[in-house]
């Protein structure tokens, strides 16, 4: 468990700085391009909007590897530490369901509920159509080499949809386990208040 752990940590720092290195040098370049020298490439938008897309979506898991997402935890504090425990697990079970869930909610039709379709279902989809984003297209040499099609494939740019929600359930999984085991609190960042106080209460003084 630990050597996929580390192989998932890997494969999402690596994604992550080369989303944000992406978006920074084609964002750079395009302003260039465009008020250097009055040209510029037409699907940079759409471009780093899918980047932006693809680096949220990779960010969730992410986050909760790291303890980053944000929540309150005031309440559940009062109570005593095998009922804070539960209310832990069962946190981290939702995180969980909501993944599984936006993955495919067909299964969701054996509790009574009218739900089918899910990230899954949505790329099978697109991938079957087969139709192009708006503005992103394959340049001429791969056009003439390969004989793709004119614009690039939606189905490339949304298969992060599945992959980041599996990437979600998969770390959801894992604090649930986590916080089993003691090994962590809650699958949300916690007392960032406190510590923030405390990391600067003597910066007013001389």
């Known amino acids: 468990m630990k050597r996929v752990d580390n192989w998932v940590t890997r494969f999402e720092e690596s994604v992550l700085a080369f989303l944000l290195a992406a978006m920074t040098i084609v964002s750079f370049t395009q302003v260039v391009a465009r008020y250097g020298f009055n040209a510029g490439w037409g699907g940079a938008l759409e471009f780093t909007r899918i980047l932006f897309a693809w680096l949220i ?86 056009q003439e080499v390969f004989g793709t099609k004119d614009r690039v494939q939606r189905w490339i740019a949304y298969l992060m949809l599945p992959l980041g929600l599996g990437l979600l359930a998969f770390r959801s999984i894992q604090a649930v386990w986590q916080i089993v085991t003691g090994e962590r609190e809650m699958v949300i960042a916690a007392h960032e208040a406190e510590d923030l106080v405390a990391e600067n209460k003597d910066a007013l003084k001389d």
């Open 57 to 142: 979506l990779f960010g969730m898991s992410y986050g909760i590897k790291i303890g980053a997402h944000l929540g309150v935890d005031a309440i559940i504090r009062l109570f005593p530490r095998p009922i804070f425990r539960a209310f832990a697990v069962f946190g981290a079970l939702c995180a969980v369901a909501y993944a599984i869930i936006l993955l495919y909610s067909d299964w969701l039709q054996v509790f009574g509920a009218h739900a089918r379709g899910g990230a899954i279902d949505y790329w099978m989809k697109m991938y079957k159509i087969g139709i192009g984003l708006d503005d992103l297209r394959y340049p001429d040499f791969m």
